[in-house]
């Protein structure tokens, strides 16, 4: 079981910026992929950004050159540090893992974090 806590949402205005991080209860060395999803009230929950436990990084066409996604293994943290912010990136941010191997494929979610975009 892979136990993961959110943190860093908050109130932000529109262009600012906001960094959310997650922490694993594990080494995230050992996790495939980690990813932040985004769910508005009133829609599905979105991939919005992944990391690879080899550092490769995906994002959604919305958020492209304005987030970025890291991690640190030190810490068994990830984070994504959001910039430009726009009032439709509001949303409950959920941390995601994967591990998966021959016969293994699991995936935990964190708890969320609140994360509004408004004047």
């Known amino acids: 079981q892979v136990q993961l806590v959110e943190s860093g949402g908050g109130l932000v205005q529109p262009g600012g910026s906001l960094r959310v991080s997650c922490a694993a209860s594990e080494s995230i060395n050992s996790i495939n992929i980690m990813g932040w999803y985004r769910q508005a009230p009133g829609k599905q929950r979105d991939l919005v950004a992944a990391?690879?436990?080899?550092?490769?990084?995906n994002y959604v066409d919305s958020v492209k050159g304005r987030f970025t996604i890291s991690r640190d293994s030190a810490k068994n943290t990830v984070y994504l540090q959001m910039s430009s912010l726009k009032p439709e990136d509001t949303g409950v941010y959920y941390c995601?893992?994967?591990?998966?191997?021959?016969?293994?494929?699991?995936?935990?979610w964190g708890q969320g974090t609140q994360v509004t975009v408004s004047a």
């Open positions: 990391i690879s436990n080899s550092g490769s990084t």
């Open positions: 995601n893992a994967r591990v998966f191997t021959i016969g293994v494929d699991e995936e935990y």
